[in-house]
């Protein structure tokens, strides 16, 4: 989903870009790593590979950390040695989920399941093998036309379901897809010019909403009655790995690489509508 979206992103730069899905190379794969990089000796990895199946990885997390751990760790040895920049894709799940105000890049973290911890093995990876050209980027509440997603989802259910009821007491911010591409693209060309410095920067939109205010703005882009949404509780719907409370994270860290933050989601949401609705009912 956001591979697709950051290689049409690139298109509109004339920038050559080679993208490898899983079946074409194994990042966890020291050897494939290497052979991919002398053939084609890139100046930007962009890393959208993960384990991102948060429930699977409660019972699995030695497979979710080959992806989410062992795979930007090799990315980033190969990168040192070939003298490129590395954008680590990451996630709100590294941080606790309990705070009362948007986490700062800098905050310390402490993810509460599996997967924030393989993710954060990774982010410590990449920063650990490359602290001057290693880059991550903690995005959250992705969705966009590439993919399954919440708000495809929710256009499904829409047509099917007279009520819905969903969760209340989760705070996040809806992300496009096209959006964190974009900014994933710009960061990369600052990181070969110079002017990005590396670290740790979140890429998600502004503003803030739960679950439940998120499915009555897709209702009313929808040209229905968003009454039809009902809020409940995380405890209504019991899963294997603990939904952070609160995703909301802060944007300061762009103003030094000279980038403004993702716009608000609702605005975003808006423009992406027209292309969701087209890939959920062609």
């Known amino acids: ?151 495809r989802t929710m256009i499904r259910l829409e047509g099917v379901k007279q009520t819905l009821d969903v969760v209340d007491d989760q705070r996040g911010q809806p992300t496009w897809t096209v959006d964190l591409a974009d900014r994933l693209v710009r960061l990369g060309q600052a990181a070969l010019a110079g002017t990005a410095p590396a670290g740790v920067y979140h890429g998600t939109s502004g503003g803030e909403t739960t679950w439940f205010g998120f499915t009555r703005e897709i209702f009313r882009l929808l040209g229905t009655d968003p009454e039809r949404v009902r809020p409940t509780t995380s405890a209504a719907f019991v899963r294997p790995a603990p939904r952070p409370a609160y995703s909301v994270l802060g944007h300061d860290r762009w103003a030094a690489a000279g980038i403004e933050p993702v716009r608000d989601w609702r605005a975003a949401l808006t423009e992406a509508f027209p292309v969701l609705l087209a890939a959920e009912r062609p």
């Not at 590395?86 to 700062?104: C, E, M």
């Not at 800098?106 to 290693?134: H, I, N, Q």
């Open 1 to 151: 989903m956001l591979g697709r979206d950051v290689l049409a992103r690139l298109a509109t730069e004339d920038v050559t870009a080679v993208a490898a899905d899983r079946a074409a190379l194994d990042v966890a794969d020291a050897d494939a790593v290497r052979a991919a990089f002398e053939e084609h000796r890139p100046a930007v990895v962009v890393n959208c590979a993960a384990w991102t199946a948060v429930d699977d990885a409660e019972s699995q997390e030695e497979a979710a950390l080959r992806v989410n751990g062992t795979g930007p760790e090799v990315l980033a040895r190969a990168c040192r040695e070939h003298g490129a920049v590395l954008l680590q894709v990451s996630t709100d799940y590294v941080f606790a989920g309990d705070a009362d105000k948007p986490y700062a890049e800098d905050d310390p973290t402490g993810p509460r399941g599996a997967y924030g911890r393989t993710k954060l093995a990774g982010e410590r990876a990449v920063l650990g093998t490359l602290p001057e050209t290693g880059y991550v980027v903690r995005t959250a509440w992705l969705y966009g036309a590439g993919g399954g997603n919440f708000v």
